[in-house]
């Protein structure tokens, strides 16, 4: 990742209530819109999305990020209108929507699959990305994804071995019982490189690092018991126990210094530095408490 300055980036989300006014809008809903964007994508964490975070957006300096990573050479800019209508609340819904609806079809027998199997042996994060580059190969093959069960992701410690030990299911159709080669394939997925990233004809102007982190908010939809395991997490860490009432957050990540020895960092920073890259950030937003996980 190369950027121009090297202050966090940080992507937000609309407002509720223009939430709301563009899903009635465009798709003549009458349901409020947090019903609307959870039974049509299960993601619980949109109502999430309010005016807090256009406050912060609009307080900060204009940035860019360039990610250049083999044929990938990408530009953003928070201040876009590009950007903004990308990574736009109503874009995320829509997305989420189509992602559920090829991988939930009303009838399985007529379509053509991926089996997702044989997951790599390395950290959770970059097992996960390399399932995430599985099913978007599944994807650009008009296939369904599913996951061989019992998985050997070394995380998944439940019956089935995959990412659905913590994850809502991938789709409701079952697992194809032979494998042919034409309407069932299988994708490994620990090999997930992006060196030519591959779209469905919906997505195919879109910018790589929207579609990844897309296929990954899908992936990652909490199921009933993780969720019950976060919200308790946070029931003992905030006070009042309530994810609603400390919103808005920002996530900063904290590259490891392994990345150093495999080149991929020139040099490990401490955590004063990582913080002081956005200390001034945080005095101009109001923001007072910082969570460390």
Same mark, same amino acid.
Request: aromatic content about 18%; some cysteine.
């Given at each position: 990742m190369n950027t121009t300055d090297i202050k966090p980036l940080i992507a937000y989300l609309s407002s509720n209530a223009i939430l709301q006014e563009e899903l009635e809008s465009n798709q003549q809903q009458s349901l409020h819109s947090?019903?609307? @964007? !959870?039974? %049509?994508?299960?993601? $619980?964490?949109?109502?999430?999305?309010?005016?807090?975070?256009?406050?912060i957006v609009?307080?900060?300096?204009?940035?860019?990020?360039?990610?250049i990573d083999h044929s990938i050479n990408e530009t953003m800019n928070h201040c876009s209108q590009t950007t903004i209508n990308e990574f736009s609340v109503k874009e995320t819904v829509n997305t989420q929507?189509?992602?559920?609806?090829?991988?939930?079809?009303?009838?399985?027998?007529?379509?053509?699959?991926?089996?997702?199997?044989?997951?790599?042996?390395?950290?959770?994060?970059?097992?996960?990305?390399q399932v995430v580059w599985a099913f978007g190969e599944a994807l650009a093959?008009?296939?369904?994804? @599913? !996951?061989? %069960?019992?998985?050997? $992701?070394?995380?998944?410690?439940?019956k089935f071995g995959t990412l659905d030990c913590f994850f809502l299911p991938i789709t409701n159709c079952s697992i194809p019982s032979k494998v042919d080669g034409t309407r069932t394939i299988r994708i490994p997925a620990n090999r997930g490189h992006w060196e030519k990233p591959r779209y469905p004809d919906v997505f195919q102007n879109r910018t790589f690092t929207w579609y990844r982190s897309?296929?990954?908010?899908?992936?990652m939809r909490y199921n009933a018991q993780t969720l019950a395991h976060v919200q308790h997490l946070i029931a003992q860490s905030f006070h009042p126990p309530s994810v609603?009432?400390?919103?808005?957050?920002?996530?900063?990540?904290?590259?490891?210094?392994?990345?150093?020895?495999?080149k991929e960092m020139s040099q490990a920073y401490s955590l004063s530095q990582y913080f002081n890259l956005f200390d001034n950030d945080t005095h101009q937003t109001n923001i007072t408490t910082i969570y460390f996980n």
């Open positions: 947090f019903s609307f @964007v !959870y039974n %049509t994508t299960h993601l $619980w964490s949109m109502r999430l999305a309010d005016e807090n975070y256009y406050r609009r307080r900060l300096p204009c940035r860019t990020v360039n990610y929507k189509w992602f559920y609806e090829h991988q939930h079809p009303v009838d399985c027998s007529n379509k053509k699959f991926a089996i997702i199997h044989n997951h790599a042996w390395s950290g959770i994060g970059s097992t996960i990305h093959q008009n296939r369904i994804a @599913v !996951y061989e %069960t019992p998985g050997n $992701w070394v995380y998944g410690d439940c897309q296929l990954l908010f899908y992936l609603d009432l400390h919103h808005p957050y920002i996530a900063l990540y904290v590259r490891r210094s392994d990345k150093v020895t495999g």
